[in-house]
T-cell receptor, first 118, second 114 residues
Framework: AQKVTQAQTEISVVEKEDVTLDCVYE???????LFWYKQPPSGELVFLIRRNSFDEQNEISGRYSWNFQKSTSSFNFTITASQVVDSAVYFC???????????????FGQGTRLTINP | EAQVTQNPRYLITVTGKKLTVTCSQNMNHEYMSWYRQDPGLGLRQIYY???????DKGDVPEGYKVSRKEKRNFPLILESPSPNQTSLYFC?????????????FGPGTRLTVT
């Protein structure tokens, strides 16, 4: 069954440190999509990135980078030179389809609460 | 501004008193969905809708109803709320119901059932 595991429940680092959030997934599909969302203290969900299963290129966006490895079913997220504003809960999610209906099904991990201390 | 709106944002109610949480999107999206967020469980899908008059159950549909009479609206109905439905609820929409389309989330509704 499809599943997303974020083993790190909470992480706390000092500002300017690099931090990596782990995400491991399970799926039957050969075509699937992976997402990361950020939930700041205000509560909304902010889309960060989408990756499809055929594109294993790492991606960098400013201080954010993502490492997708199909061989280990992982899609890890690294923040370089962390800042206090990065403090949030981060969710990894997997999108595949309901078998019968064909509709997308977004399965979320449990989330990792990241605290950046000044 | 393209957005998903939910109302109310906060609600405290008592067991058994029917309530509706509204959700509306202005992006002409076909797909809409409801999730609940609980500590340690992440977000779990309650119901989804592929288009007008087409709805189906997600992973945790018990105790909830939905309807999709108009493309822009997707209300979540709790006919007889119970304390285990205390949670943070998110409505989301995407252009299509196919997998991989980015879902846009509303601001969330924090519900407390006493």
């Amino acid at each position: 069954a499809q599943k997303v595991t974020q083993a790190q429940t909470e992480i706390s680092v000092v500002e300017k440190e690099d931090v990596t959030l782990d995400c491991v997934y399970e799926t039957r599909d050969t075509t699937y999509y992976l997402f990361w969302y950020k939930q700041p203290p205000s509560g909304e969900l902010v889309f960060l990135i989408r990756r499809n299963s055929f594109d294993e290129q790492n991606e960098i966006s400013g201080r954010y980078s993502w490492n997708f490895q199909k061989s280990t079913s992982s899609f890890n997220f690294t923040i370089t030179a962390s800042q206090v504003v990065d403090s949030a809960v981060y969710f990894c999610a997997l999108s595949e389809a309901y078998i019968i209906q064909g509709a997308q099904k977004l399965v979320f991990g449990q989330g990792t609460r990241l605290t950046i201390n000044p | 501004e393209a957005q998903v709106t939910q109302n109310p944002r906060y609600l405290i109610t008592v067991t058994g008193k029917k309530l509706t949480v509204t959700c509306s999107q202005n992006m002409n999206h076909e797909y809409m969905s409801w999730y609940r967020q609980d500590p340690g469980l992440g977000l779990r899908q309650i119901y989804y809708s592929m288009n007008v008059e087409v709805t189906d159950k997600g992973d945790v549909p018990e105790g909830y109803k939905v309807s999709r009479k108009e493309k822009r609206n997707f209300p979540l109905i709790l006919e007889s709320p119970s304390p285990n439905q205390t949670s943070l609820y998110f409505c989301a929409s995407s252009l299509s119901g196919g997998k991989g389309y980015e879902q846009y989330f509303g601001p969330g509704t924090r519900l407390t059932v006493t």
